[in-house]
């Protein structure tokens, strides 16, 4: 496997740390709940994001590029923490968002300006052909672009989830816990895709179960081909084969709620609960809505006391102040 020989450039410190609920597992009254804490990785407020760049960015300075050229909505992580990558490695950050340039920014976009990505704004049907358009321009002033998809999810980036189920490995071994099933908040794929080889590679036997945070499963388009394609090229660049099939990949599509980025109380509730029993703090639009799924599945009995369950906290955390209005009005959630 041509794991610890891909090139990387490191980004933050690891292994995250494993962390055991006490009082959110009792909180639940269900399985033991343990949490990976990729929350606290180390560049620009943390989050998944981070370990997949530092194989893309590893790619694009082998490369010779210059410029990180990325597209995401408004409160991207992803966009966040590829404008951070981009600084500490040298790098120029282009950043193309849908939405409209808001009077003040706020949460990740402001994060982005601190960090000094160029944003370009546009509408979310013209976001994929903005993104190669920006990237052709800044070819054509002589700068060498290097263009990373929507969420870093390609057989290049989601390297860094394969690697992060290996580091987890390690961490339960020690801790001697084996958890009957992951659970995490799943969108562009590369999170899944990367974690469901690397349990096929270290021989996990739990679940590794992704909650949609905003892909439907039904339709001509189903999501789990995705998952695949994504797994099957990471095993590729790895040099390394894979038995996996789209039956290997869990994909919970039942917390869509009013749809990306509309969070309502399923969210609000597992933000304040979490907050209350271990001081942790999630984000509305990924890991809070993944959190609430899996209370809601504790509630109905699908996770039971007697199992243990791990979340992998994928961060997403300064997303909570582009939701101030409701997160702290008078009549919010979090009275009482
Ligand atoms: C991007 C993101 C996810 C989803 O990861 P994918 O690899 O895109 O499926 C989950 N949580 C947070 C906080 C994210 O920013």
Redesign the pocket.
């Known amino acids: 496997m041509k794991l610890y020989r891909l090139p990387r450039y490191v980004l933050a410190e690891f292994p995250t740390p494993v962390d055991f609920l006490e009082s959110f597992s009792k909180l639940n009254n269900g399985p033991k709940i343990y949490m990976k804490r990729d929350d606290l990785t180390s560049l620009g407020m943390g ?3 981070t370990r997949k760049l530092e194989f893309l960015v590893g790619e694009a300075l082998d490369q010779g590029k210059d410029t990180l050229v990325t597209a995401g909505g408004l409160q991207s ?2 966009c966040r923490l590829t404008a951070a990558a981009a600084g500490k490695a040298g790098l120029d950050c282009h950043l193309v968002l849908n939405g409209n340039c808001p009077e003040t920014a706020s949460g990740n976009l402001l994060l982005d300006k601190i960090f000094g990505a160029q944003i370009h704004y546009c509408d979310r049907k013209d976001r994929d052909q903005r993104l190669y358009q920006v990237a052709d321009t800044l070819q054509n002033q002589g700068k060498r672009p290097y263009v990373i998809p929507v ?1 870093g ?1 390609n057989g290049v980036g989601s390297v860094g989830y394969v690697n992060a189920m290996v580091e987890l490995h390690a961490q339960l071994t020690q801790m001697k816990v084996q958890p009957d099933a992951i659970v ?9 895709a990367g974690l469901t080889l690397g349990a096929e590679l270290t021989g996990f036997k739990g679940q590794v179960l992704g909650i949609s ?1 905003d892909q439907v499963k039904t339709g001509k388009n189903p999501f789990p081909p995705v998952l695949l394609e994504i797994a099957r090229a990471t095993a590729q660049r790895l040099g390394i084969s894979t038995e996996l099939t789209e039956q290997d990949f869990s994909l919970n599509c039942d917390y869509l709620g009013a749809g990306y980025a509309v969070p309502a109380d399923l969210e609000f509730n597992a933000i304040r609960d979490l907050a209350r029993c271990e001081g942790i703090l999630l ?1 509305p ?3 809070a809505r993944a959190m609430g799924g899996l209370m809601d599945l504790i509630q109905q009995g699908v996770f039971k006391k007697g199992q243990t369950v791990l979340f992998w906290h ?3 955390s300064p997303e909570l102040f582009a939701w101030s209005s409701q997160l702290g009005s008078q009549s919010g959630s979090f009275e009482g």
């Open positions: 989050g998944n994001k992580n992803h969420g999810s995490f908040a799943t969108s562009s794929g590369g999170t899944q945070i984000g639009v990924y890991t994928t961060g997403g």
